[in-house]
């Protein structure tokens, strides 16, 4: 017997052998990062030798003797600002892989860039975190979720919106983004200032924010979704005003609910206060400008977020 391949014959047993498979893309795993003013994020990056000579910014970390070894990661063999290659960042009209500059503006950075370092070390898969932060809004007012009673909030109507659009257009917002599908994993929360400013929504902050979780679960379809107070501490230890005392005692109350045992977490932020002395500004609201702050910040809360993802494990 001739048992030489012909064309034909070659031809036919290929196409009759099953196809092996093909590479599959691994889902992404998405985290919401949300908040006013001190979530969009005012830590300098740039050193301002002017200002008690460039102390607090990001560039004199990765220079500093003393801090540098921690901060290392954040810069190249060239010095050079690290861009990740694992995690994406949608912050309204930028977006792209994750590096210095999704603070305010280009020349600041907010917790974004110390949460996605820490998440996007843990993870295999692919990372994006949607940052939909605006100054000036209270859990009060303008984030007032359905269940608080009211009118619902325009910014919290337009964070879920945002949150829709960049999930519905992955691939037009990241093009070389390569996953399959998608996993809610957790949102980050930063805010307080002007709840704490007004007496009303003080006394109202533990239940307002309280229904703003649930709401967003429900917002999200993830009864559960893990869900991460940052304090609003930005006065550190020294702390006194009556106002402010309550308004972290309430963020820290919606924590320990019950309801919330396992699944909300909430992450002290006084330690991670620098004084104007050693900052790029004293702009106390806004941490004094301080980057090390903000990367503290946004660092703790992915820690704090990871644990409480491993706890469903």
């Not at 950075?109 to 996605?116: A, C, H, K, Q, T």
């Not at 109507?157 to 399959?180: M, N, S, Y």
């Not at 709840?195 to 999200?220: G, M, P, T, W």
Request: glycine share 12%; charged share 25%; hydrophobic share 40%.
């Amino acid at each position: 017997m001739d048992l030489r391949l012909t064309p034909l014959l070659a031809l036919a047993l290929l196409s009759a052998a099953p196809l092996a498979p093909t590479a599959k893309q691994a889902p992404l795993k998405v985290f919401i990062l949300t908040g006013q003013s001190n979530m969009v994020g005012a830590g300098e990056v740039k050193a301002n030798p002017g200002r008690n000579g460039g102390q607090g910014t990001l560039e004199h970390l990765v220079k500093s003797n003393a801090k540098s070894k921690k901060y290392d990661h954040l810069v190249d063999g060239n010095g050079d600002w690290v861009v990740r290659d694992d995690v994406w960042i949608s912050y309204f009209e930028r977006g792209g892989l994750l590096s210095v500059g999704y603070g305010g503006d280009e020349s600041k950075i907010g917790p974004e860039l110390g949460f996605g370092h820490v998440v996007g070390e843990f993870f295999d898969e692919p990372v994006l975190l949607i940052k939909v932060a605006w100054g000036g809004k209270s859990v009060g007012k303008e984030f007032r979720s359905p269940s608080a009673g009211g009118e619902v909030g325009e910014s919290y109507t337009a964070l879920f919106a945002q949150v829709r659009e960049v999930l519905d257009d992955l691939d037009g917002h990241f093009p070389d983004l390569k996953h399959d599908g998608y996993e809610m994993l957790g949102i980050g929360w930063h805010q307080g200032w002007n709840d704490r400013v007004n007496q009303a929504f003080n006394d109202a902050y533990e239940h307002n924010l309280s229904c703003f979780i649930r709401d967003a679960r429900k917002e999200l379809d993830a009864p559960d979704l893990p869900f991460v107070i940052a304090e609003t501490g930005m006065s550190g230890h020294e702390e006194r005003h009556p106002r402010a005392l309550s308004l972290m005692k309430a963020q820290a109350a919606v924590a320990q609910r019950e309801e919330f045992r396992g699944n909300v977490a909430f992450v002290g932020t006084r330690d991670f206060y620098r004084p104007k002395k050693v900052s790029p500004s004293g702009q106390a609201y806004h941490w004094n400008n301080n980057a090390e702050t903000y990367y503290l910040i946004g660092e703790g809360m992915g820690q704090a977020m990871l644990e409480l993802l491993k706890s469903e494990q």
